[in-house]
């Protein structure tokens, strides 16, 4: 449940910084003026923000609600239970093992005395995840089931090098810096003016996702943990324009001509799990077999490595079905 991102596959998606068309063995460098042209295209018909030709299977995942109420979930969170009982937000010393069980999760009396803590928080975020749709545009089923995955609502510093509710490192945030520019503005007006895509930049950011408050109800400081929802929402933006580059890279068309906008958005999650060159390789792949557009189905299935696999499997559990909305 609580993913660990590997150093190795953020320093690998730095290349993509600094060389966007050098991403892989067998990739082939591109034209500058090609590269130019198309990063021209996408600002002027970006592909993650393209909500067309939705597939049905799809639609439970990228649906807008049209409150924050259709958010609300009831997901027993071991790891956020946990967290409360360490905390002493609820007194579980009646429980056996004082209601922890196993690597800090919380054991079955624990989670039964902390229920009603755990989905208070979980659905604490819900206004804040649709008004991050509205500035930033992340589906908003989607970055709740990131949270969910990644830190339970627990917004916290998690050895060895995870930040915040989507428990980013700061070589990722350094990746994010790079490819959203409202998320760069955002670090300059932090930090002062100074406008360096830098690790001390991204430590600043990072900092601000953190928002454990031991004397502050339920164990959190709320308006920090809520203002950290967007600085994750731009984030994951900025994975998703690297995503799209990546696309164009690896096929040299435009991405919006090969992925629809469910797949750009598995692609993203993929790209944040393992790494850009996971997402540069499997496209580049499966490129070669369609010569043309390309099915999430037909990437899964050209997935070449464990660390490959495993991106692919986090962003098939983020868009697990979670919610039935009504039609």
Same mark, same amino acid.
């Given at each position: 449940m609580r993913n660990t991102k590997l150093w190795v596959s953020f320093l690998l998606a730095t290349t993509t910084l600094f060389f966007p068309f050098l991403l892989g063995a067998n990739s082939q460098p591109l034209d500058s003026s090609d590269i130019q042209k198309n990063q021209v295209n996408q600002s002027s018909n970006p592909t993650c923000l393209n909500r067309v030709n939705i597939p049905e299977a799809d639609v439970h995942w990228l649906y807008i609600p049209d409150n924050a109420d259709e958010l609300y979930s009831h997901f027993d969170l071991l790891w956020l239970a946990g967290e409360l009982i360490i905390s002493?937000? @609820? #007194?579980?010393?009646?429980?056996?093992?004082?209601?922890?069980? %196993?690597?800090?999760?919380?054991?079955?009396?624990? =989670? %039964?005395? @902390?229920?009603?803590?755990?989905?208070?928080?979980?659905?604490?975020?819900?206004? !804040? *995840?649709?008004?991050?749709?509205?500035? @930033?545009?992340?589906?908003?089923?989607?970055?709740?089931?990131? *949270? @969910? $995955?990644?830190?339970?609502?627990?917004?916290?510093?998690?050895?060895?090098?995870? $930040?915040?509710?989507?428990?980013? !490192?700061? *070589?990722? =945030?350094?990746?994010?810096?790079?490819? #959203?520019?409202?998320?760069?503005e955002a670090a300059c007006a932090a930090s002062g003016g100074s406008c360096g895509v830098d690790l001390l930049t991204a430590n600043l950011m990072l900092v601000k996702l953190l928002a454990i408050c031991p004397s502050c109800a339920n164990g959190i400081e709320m308006d920090r943990a809520r203002q950290s929802v967007k600085i994750m929402a731009q984030a994951v933006m900025g994975y998703c324009n690297q995503t799209a580059q990546l696309v164009f890279n690896a096929t040299g068309w435009r991405s919006?001509?090969?992925?629809?906008? %469910?797949? *750009?958005?598995?692609?993203?999650?993929?790209? $944040?799990?393992?790494? %850009?060159?996971?997402?540069? #390789?499997?496209?580049?792949?499966?490129?070669?077999?369609?010569?043309?557009?390309?099915?999430?189905?037909?990437?899964?299935?050209?997935v070449s490595s464990d660390l490959c696999r495993r991106g692919a499997y986090y962003a098939n559990q983020v868009t697990a079905q979670a919610y039935i909305f009504s039609p």
């Amino acid at each position: 449940m609580r993913n660990t991102k590997l150093w190795v596959s953020f320093l690998l998606a730095t290349t993509t910084l600094f060389f966007p068309f050098l991403l892989g063995a067998n990739s082939q460098p591109l034209d500058s003026s090609d590269i130019q042209k198309n990063q021209v295209n996408q600002s002027s018909n970006p592909t993650c923000l393209n909500r067309v030709n939705i597939p049905e299977a799809d639609v439970h995942w990228l649906y807008i609600p049209d409150n924050a109420d259709e958010l609300y979930s009831h997901f027993d969170l071991l790891w956020l239970a946990g967290e409360l009982i360490i905390s002493k937000v @609820v #007194d579980a010393s009646s429980c056996p093992a004082g209601g922890i069980g %196993s690597e800090g999760y919380a054991n079955a009396c624990g =989670m %039964s005395l @902390v229920e009603p803590k755990v989905v208070e928080i979980q659905n604490s975020f819900n206004q !804040t *995840i649709l008004d991050a749709w509205v500035s @930033v545009g992340v589906p908003p089923v989607l970055l709740k089931q990131m *949270i @969910v $995955y990644e830190s339970q609502f627990w917004p916290a510093f998690s050895a060895p090098f995870h $930040y915040g509710l989507g428990h980013i !490192t700061p *070589i990722g =945030m350094l990746n994010a810096l790079e490819w #959203d520019p409202d998320l760069r503005e955002a670090a300059c007006a932090a930090s002062g003016g100074s406008c360096g895509v830098d690790l001390l930049t991204a430590n600043l950011m990072l900092v601000k996702l953190l928002a454990i408050c031991p004397s502050c109800a339920n164990g959190i400081e709320m308006d920090r943990a809520r203002q950290s929802v967007k600085i994750m929402a731009q984030a994951v933006m900025g994975y998703c324009n690297q995503t799209a580059q990546l696309v164009f890279n690896a096929t040299g068309w435009r991405s919006a001509s090969v992925v629809d906008y %469910s797949t *750009i958005w598995k692609l993203t999650l993929m790209n $944040y799990n393992a790494g %850009s060159v996971c997402v540069f #390789d499997t496209v580049a792949a499966t490129f070669k077999d369609t010569n043309g557009p390309m099915s999430w189905a037909e990437i899964l299935s050209h997935v070449s490595s464990d660390l490959c696999r495993r991106g692919a499997y986090y962003a098939n559990q983020v868009t697990a079905q979670a919610y039935i909305f009504s039609p």
